[in-house]
């Protein structure tokens, strides 16, 4: 784990998705967050304390960690002036951007010279194999979703720390940079060349107890153009006993892809399952998880009972309601 308290690098965020590590690291670990740092025109808040980088070091915040993503994952040259200040000021860096830190010589030069540390999460660090397809023992569950940044993480979070809450056996497994953060280990699948994915999910989920469960964070989307070759990779490498539907149902169009609208949970589920019995004949689509963040309470009630009663399934916001329905579902 990277040393806490984190000051948490919001930059020049559009808005609130484009910020979801932040908030994901905020809302999973709180107790490690002092607080955030956001320029000017920032559109993302957190809702805790602001802290220049001053403010931070005196606080005795121990690493800055970059909280924004951006499309391509590129560090902002107008971010460097703030990430080199806290170099200067004692602090380290970690990173979860497809554009390294290591990589960028201002960066590296300011580390240098202040003895501290750069940390790309997005650098693999084990040789990962080809997937063998063999079956494992233990079971796994895997979130899926109709877009990016539907609340995959979140419900996989949820319901690990709900199975650990009722002494039940379970592991929550990382698959990209924010749950990788959080959790202190994991894979960065889409920094993974293509034809070793697959082979590092089944390294990821090994062996286990035969009531030990797994629970895999999904990426990206089957529907998404730009995405879609991680969540097969998890599909396939994952070979899951169990398929959770996660949705989010005021998007007007895919993320990022204006040309797109999203597909119905239906879709998802007989689209998701036909793959998924590939590897595993016995998997089955248990439950559905949606994401209603910008739903008011009695909306959000109502949205949810519609989709359960048409799609038969139990159907909850995990980070509204709890995890327990999900967690049911399964045990």
């Known amino acids: 784990m990277f040393e806490a ?3 948490l690098f919001l930059g020049d965020a559009p808005d609130g998705l484009a910020a979801k590590m932040a908030q994901g690291i905020y809302d999973w670990r709180p107790e490690a967050v002092a607080g955030q740092i956001r320029m000017e025109g920032c559109n993302a808040d957190l809702g805790i304390k602001d802290l220049s980088i ?6 005795g915040v121990k690493t800055l960690v970059i909280g924004v993503v951006n499309r391509g994952g590129v560090i902002g040259e107008n971010w460097k002036s703030i990430l080199v200040e806290a170099l ?25 010279e202040n003895g501290r540390t750069l940390h790309d999460v997005r650098i693999p660090s084990v040789q990962y194999p080809i997937a063998s397809g063999k079956k ?17 993480m979140y419900t996989t979070l949820a319901m ?11 592991t929550f497994r990382p698959t990209g940079q924010t749950g990788i953060l959080i959790e202190g280990n994991g894979v960065p699948l889409d920094a993974v060349v293509a034809d070793f994915m697959a082979g590092s999910v089944e390294w990821l989920t090994p062996d286990n107890d035969p009531d030990h469960w797994d629970f895999i964070e999904g990426q990206g989307s089957l529907f998404h153009a730009s995405y879609s070759g991680v969540t ?7 070979q899951p006993d ?3 539907l996660c949705h989010e149902p005021t998007r007007e169009f895919m993320r990022g892809l204006p040309d797109y609208t999203l597909p119905s949970i239906e879709d998802l589920r007989e689209i998701a399952l036909k793959l998924a019995q590939i590897v595993n004949p016995e998997c089955k689509a248990v439950a559905i998880s949606i994401n209603t963040q910008h739903m008011d ?35």
């Open 5 to 7: 308290p984190y000051l």
């Open 54 to 59: 001053k403010e931070a070091a005196a606080a």
């Open 88 to 112: 200067e000021s004692g602090m380290d860096i970690a990173s979860g951007l497809h554009n390294l830190l290591r990589d960028e010589d201002d960066l590296v030069k300011a580390a240098q």
């Open 136 to 152: 494992r023992t233990g079971k796994r569950c895997l979130a899926v979703g109709t877009d990016c940044s539907v609340g995959k």
């Open 160 to 170: 690990d720390r709900e199975m650990k809450k009722r002494g039940l056996k379970s």
């Open 232 to 238: 097969m990779a998890l599909i396939h490498g994952g």
């Open 242 to 244: 169990a398929l959770i």
């Open 297 to 331: 309470e009695p909306a959000a009630l109502k949205y949810l009972d519609e989709v359960e009663k048409k799609m038969g399934l139990p159907t909850v916001d995990p980070f509204r309601q709890g995890a327990a329905r999900l967690v049911e579902a399964l045990v």
